[in-house]
């Protein structure tokens, strides 16, 4: 049976987006699947060493929200210094309680299970980002290099 | 239930964790092995089945009991 191949972009740099591509490449390279994930724009936050990845309600009305807070809090008391990080460490709470992994967790799974990872060459240029700050796996190229794999997978996806 | 080689509790933990784990331990077994798996996460049941299609290790086994779900997986 030939490996299944599974090419992934990460474009969004939140809590939990970060959980979708790398979710997606740990269970795929368990299954066996040959898998690389292109990180580009703000999913290069999900490269960094330490990682500083918040969640926010502003903007995403389909967000539960606890305690119904959506009740009390109109959008506009979303914006309040504070709330963000609140939210942030809620929702990690709330992901331990239900034994969701870390996003930690999960990337050195990739890691172990040799998923490669790319960091969009002209993102990191064009953000002036210290690659000495990404984790020591990452690869550096462009958009040719990701069509490369891409072109022979078998899924492709945008996330 | 069968006897087994090796067991893991991924008890609590939730989607992709249980598969993960187990595809850790099988990579430490034998060749025909028997590996038990114990889990709580529902959508478990669905993500053995289809672990076991698409690797090649055989599921012998698949059922619940006292809220629990229960896997045997041969390694092929």
């Known amino acids: ?159 | 239930m069968a006897d087994f080689d090796q067991e893991l509790d991924a008890s609590g933990l939730n989607c992709p964790l249980p598969i993960l784990r187990a595809k850790k331990t099988l990579n430490a077994m034998a060749s025909g092995q028997i590996l038990h798996i114990v889990a709580t996460d529902p959508g478990s049941v669905k993500d053995f089945d289809a672990f076991a299609k698409q690797t090649g290790n055989e599921l012998m086994e698949s059922k619940e009991d006292g809220g629990k779900f229960h896997f045997l997986i041969k390694k092929s």
Request: glycine share 8%; net charge negative.
């Open chain 1, 1 to 159: 049976m030939e490996q299944i191949k599974l090419a992934i972009i990460a474009t969004k740099g939140s809590l939990d987006w970060a959980y979708p591509p790398f979710i997606l490449a740990s269970t795929a390279a368990a299954l066996g699947y040959e898998t690389q994930i292109f990180f580009t724009f703000y999913g290069l936050q999900l490269l960094k060493k330490k990682l500083a990845l918040e969640v926010t309600p502003l903007g995403n009305p389909g967000m539960p929200m606890p305690m119904g807070m959506d009740k009390w809090f109109p959008v506009l008391g979303m914006t309040l210094p504070g709330m963000q990080g609140m939210m942030t460490s809620m929702m990690k709470k709330k992901m331990q309680s239900k034994g969701v992994a870390s996003v930690e967790e999960l990337r050195e799974l990739c890691q172990e299970a040799e998923v490669k990872l790319i960091a969009c060459q002209m993102t990191v240029d064009l953000f002036d980002m210290e690659t000495s700050e990404f984790i020591d796996d990452v690869e550096y190229a462009g958009a040719a290099a990701f069509f490369e794999f891409a072109g022979e997978s078998d899924i492709c996806l945008y996330i």
